[in-house]
């Protein structure tokens, strides 16, 4: 009898330690949901805020006589937007901290492409993404170095008015995939090409100082070779992905 009451008491503790870790770990799934709704609010809110400051600057930019004043506070806007494409991307997706990259390039490229008035007849963009979930760690700093290469490429390797070398017509491609331990994004063209005397560090473009300060951040290395079009490779071999499921 002695030890069937003590099986039963033993019993009754496991059961009560059941149903309280039960208790706890429903109060720790509510908590989780909350804070996930609470991070996809932030990042909408973060988005709404970065396209209030879009819209502001391109109003304060029409009421400018000067060009290149013009000019820089328009690519201004455009990394302020190629910003909250990423916490778009973040609160639309299903993980808070993941940033889907064949998403995200499909809204940068297409919104560059409208800000530069580019007739996608004209210029074609090919994409090659794997389907990658990066972490924001790695997401911010390379969706800010791909704004830059993209809008390089729409801006200066196929001139309008360049009727000698007839690149008014021409295609970009896009290409990002892990290769071993390391992550490969590619950005290349067949348009005009490189100055034979360019070189990246001595370079003045504010552009090119805005990769390099984002290549220190990803402990990345820049190849770019502009003999027959430019070709941009970036190395990277630290980086975060994020499995979803």
Do not use: C
């Not at 590619?186 to 090409?193: F, I, M, R, S």
């Amino acid at each position: 009898m002695a030890g069937l009451a003590a099986m039963t008491l033993l019993g009754a503790i496991i059961f009560l330690q059941f149903k309280k870790q039960q208790k706890k770990n429903q109060i720790i799934h509510k908590q989780s949901a909350e804070l996930e709704v609470l991070n996809k609010e932030i990042h909408h809110r973060v988005k709404n805020n970065l396209q209030v400051i879009s819209s502001m600057l391109d109003l304060q930019s029409q009421s400018l006589n000067d060009k290149r004043a013009t000019a820089i506070i328009k690519e201004g806007i455009q990394r302020v937007q190629s910003m909250a494409f990423i916490h778009q991307n973040l609160y639309q997706g299903n993980a808070v901290n993941a940033v889907n990259m064949q998403e995200y390039l499909k809204m940068l490229s297409n919104h560059l492409f409208q800000t530069y008035n580019i007739e996608t007849e004209k210029i074609k963009l090919h994409t090659q993404i794997e389907d990658l979930k990066l972490h924001t760690d790695t997401a911010i700093p390379l969706g800010m170095i791909l704004n830059e290469l993209i809008s390089n490429a729409l801006k200066y390797a196929f001139p309008k008015n360049d009727l000698h070398n007839k690149k008014n017509n021409g295609d970009i491609w896009v290409s990002m995939k892990k290769k071993g331990t390391e992550l490969l994004l590619q950005v290349k063209d067949n348009g005009v090409g490189l100055p034979n005397d360019f070189n990246p560090d001595k370079s003045n473009s504010f552009g090119y100082e805005i990769i390099k300060a984002f290549l220190q951040k990803l402990k990345a290395r820049m190849n770019i070779d502009g003999g027959n079009g430019t070709d941009v490779q970036i190395i990277i071999s630290k980086f975060k992905t994020i499995e979803t499921a």
